[in-house]
Antibody, heavy 121, light 110 residues
Framework: QLQLQESGPGLEKPSETLSLTCTVSDGSISSSSYYWGWIRQPPGKGLEWIGNIYYSGSTYYNPSLKSRVTLSVDTSKNQFSLKLTSVTAADTAVYYC?????????????WGQGTLVTVSS | QSALTQPRSVSGSPGQSVTISCTGTGGDVGLYNSVSWYQQHPGKAPKLMIFDVSQRPSGVPDRFSGSKSGYTASLTISGLQAEDEADYYCCSYAGSYTLIFGRGTKLTVL
């Protein structure tokens, strides 16, 4: 059973860079059938797609976050990562990593448990 | 990229059926048959319930079904059970490898 686990600081100061890593277990990040994605959920609010990355390094971002987001992948460690720059309180959210099936359709079939990142001074 | 439109809340009694709508545009729901639905219980990660408009992953009860007409996709839950009480989110492919979620619907089982 594939597992995804987010890791990273739970607290960031305003204007700093949020950095999270997702470790994939019991499955290969190098599969051609999947992208790997990040989704966030502010407290009490809905889900927001942040972006996807392919194992080759191709990236796709939410236009509303594109100027501040960078995704990267490390196939040797079976990990992918998120960096979000110039964070504000509005970036406080639970951040999820997930596997995105990409053949014929697009859907997130496996999710991490999520990690809360609070932006506060 | 605006969120897909979902009712804020729906409710039903055990055994009844409820339908949650998800309205998009001609650039997402109306254009692609790539709509998925997710169930989220409080404090938990979302769980895939429907993909490709109407397909159910293994293990999801057949009480859950999906459909689409024009710019609106729908999730129907029949034979409501107490454990179905949760938030439900739709998600659509929006072209150029981008995705868009709905604002979410809170289902209350009375």
């Amino acid at each position: 059973q594939l597992q995804l686990q987010e890791s990273g600081p739970g607290l960031e100061k305003p204007s700093e860079t949020l950095s999270l890593t997702c470790t994939v277990s019991d499955g290969s990040i190098s599969s051609s059938s999947y992208y790997w994605g990040w989704i966030r959920q502010p407290p009490g609010k809905g889900l927001e797609w942040i972006g996807n990355i392919y194992y080759s390094g191709s990236t796709y971002y939410n236009p509303s976050l594109k100027s501040r987001v960078t995704l990267s992948v490390d196939t040797s460690k079976n990990q992918f990562s998120l960096k979000l720059t110039s964070v504000t309180a509005a970036d406080t959210a639970v951040y999820y990593c997930a596997r995105l099936y990409r053949i014929g359709g697009y859907y997130f079939d496996y999710w991490g448990q999520g990690t809360l990142v609070t932006v506060s001074s | 990229q605006s969120a897909l439109t979902q009712p804020r809340s729906v409710s039903g009694s055990p055994g009844q059926s409820v339908t949650i709508s998800c309205t998009g545009t001609g650039g997402d729901v109306g254009l692609y048959n790539s709509v998925s639905w997710y169930q989220q219980h409080p404090g938990k990660a979302p769980k895939l319930m429907i993909f490709d408009v109407s397909q159910r992953p293994s293990g999801v009860p057949d009480r859950f079904s999906g459909s689409k007409s024009g710019y609106t996709a729908s999730l129907t839950i029949s034979g409501l059970q107490a454990e179905d009480e949760a938030d439900y989110y739709c998600c659509s492919y929006a072209g150029s490898y981008t995705l868009i979620f709905g604002r979410g619907t809170k289902l209350t089982v009375l």
